[in-house]
């Protein structure tokens, strides 16, 4: 069963999308996606998603476990940047530990995305609320890690700078008012006018979501070998701490709700690193950060890992403590 697991993610045709697009820019072909089509995908993606949430939220409704959920999910991106920042700043600088650790913490959208369709595969369900859960847990980890360099680096600017802009960014980034947006137009649409716009929803889905990891692939290859320079460090962290985090937390779901989809939902969240918003908002909180660090991390290493290992592991966790 964990073999088939496994073997079926692998040769899911949205992975190897990514992994073309791997091998497109190692073999230096002219392969190529506009940057504004890239970016219509990215936006199609987080509204499609944060929509069916929204409707399914509406269609179940509001109860205890939706809002321990919420809890749980803020608690988890406040918690992951606390302890990684101290492991990260024994090696790193103050301002890249405090970015990587906001990295970590935060959580991916599309990575979230392909574990939804990864679900759909297996044939699971999972609560329209997590969508909610996702773009709450964007925020925490951004204003905990940039709190944290304020603590501890008076050398950098980071005490100079406005905190209020950092929170207001990372709740207004593009892609968190996007899902938000969709989430919310989903709850309060007609559920009759809403069928209209079910093609669009869900038929093409995954079409999108293959082209969309084809330049994903494309970009982690040409950001991954810009990192390299620091070593074992960053590629072992960048592996086994989003493993670590998505296990315990596949553990820890089971206080929370009992639903295999969700349950693996949280576990994805914990395991993922942000590579939209937090890398926009370290831009604002801590300009000396490299992003030629913590982009590649997430992007070229978390990843590929998360889609192609750890979702199967993850689920194989909920599974075995169901």
Request: charged share 5%; net charge negative; aromatic share 22%.
């Given at each position: 069963m964990e073999f088939q697991i496994l073997f079926s993610n692998i040769t899911n045709p949205v992975l190897l999308y990514f992994v073309l697009?791997?091998?497109a820019t190692r073999l230096k072909s002219d392969l190529e996606i506009p940057a504004n089509i890239t970016k219509f995908i990215s936006l199609y993606l987080l509204f499609s998603i944060g929509f069916k949430g929204g409707q399914e939220l509406a269609h179940s409704g509001f109860n205890a476990e939706i809002i321990y959920s919420l809890i749980f999910g803020m608690l988890i991106s406040s918690l992951i940047p606390l302890y990684t920042f101290f492991l990260l700043k024994w090696k790193l600088s103050i301002s890249d530990a405090g970015a990587v650790a906001a990295s970590y913490g935060s959580v991916s959208a599309v990575t979230f995305v392909a574990a939804i369709s990864f679900l759909e595969m297996q044939n699971i369900t999972s609560g329209g609320h997590m969508v909610a859960v996702m773009a709450l847990m964007e925020s925490p980890a951004i204003i905990v890690g940039v709190m944290l360099m304020m603590l501890y680096n008076d050398k950098d600017g980071s005490k100079k700078m406005n905190i209020k802009s950092v929170i207001h960014h990372?709740?207004?980034?593009?892609?968190v008012l996007m899902i938000l947006g969709s989430l919310i137009i989903g709850i309060i649409a007609d559920a009759k006018q809403?069928?209209?716009i079910k093609p669009f929803t869900t038929d093409i889905f995954k079409g999108f979501l293959a082209i969309f990891l084809l330049e994903m692939g494309m970009v982690t290859a040409r950001r991954f070998a810009s990192f390299l320079k620091?070593?074992?460090?960053?590629?072992?962290f960048a592996i086994f701490i989003p493993s670590i985090n998505g296990c315990v937390v596949a553990y820890l779901s089971q206080f929370v709700t009992h639903e295999v989809g969700n349950r693996f939902?949280?576990?994805v969240l914990a395991a993922s690193a942000?590579?939209?918003a937090v890398p926009a908002a370290m831009k604002i909180a801590a300009p000396k950060a490299d992003p030629g660090l913590y982009l590649p991390m997430s992007l070229?290493?978390?990843f590929p890992f998360n889609i192609s290992i750890g979702m199967p592991l993850y689920l194989i966790i909920v599974n075995y403590f169901s």
């Open positions: 697009g791997i091998i990372s709740f207004t980034n593009g892609s809403a069928e209209g620091y070593g074992w460090f960053v590629t072992l939902l949280f576990a942000s590579y939209i070229g290493v978390t």
